[in-house]
């Protein structure tokens, strides 16, 4: 489906730089951004991915899923050819569980903010 294609070219993103294409706390607004906010390869984390990787990223999260790749489409992509993927898995899979220790940062933050709140609350009925 177009959609799983979407959905890999953002964990693809995600592998290649260590931050998502759209990041917003507030759910609705990271909704928005989706939907109307082109992504874009910010420096200098996109400095060293090659242009081969940039080019399939943009054909997989094209808005338009009747422009989107196909999933054979992205599998004939140059890029995804052995000699032309010119990204080491090493650096991403680091990349990614970087990802992860940071979601893992902020929910415990996100944790102890709300166990304060319930602290307040607690001290302010008494």
């Not at 992504?39 to 054909?59: C, G, Q, T, V, Y």
């Not at 004939?76 to 220790?101: C, I």
């Not at 940062?105 to 607690?122: D, T």
Request: glycine share 4%; proline share 9%; aromatic share 8%.
């Amino acid at each position: 489906m177009k959609c799983d294609v979407w959905s890999m070219g953002v964990i693809l993103y995600i592998m290649l730089c260590g931050f998502p294409p759209f990041y917003n706390e507030n759910l609705p607004k990271l909704f928005e951004h989706i939907m109307k906010k082109p992504h874009d390869f910010p420096s200098p984390e996109w400095d060293p991915i090659s242009p081969e990787a940039k080019d399939l990223l943009n054909k997989m999260m094209t808005k338009d899923p009747h422009k989107r790749l196909s999933a054979s489409d992205c599998l004939a992509h140059p890029w995804v050819g052995e000699d032309n993927a010119k990204t080491p898995l090493d650096a991403s899979a680091e990349k990614l569980r970087h990802f992860m220790r940071r979601r893992e940062l902020r929910k415990g933050i996100e944790a102890v903010q709300a166990l304060k709140k319930m602290e307040h609350l607690l001290h302010s009925v008494h």
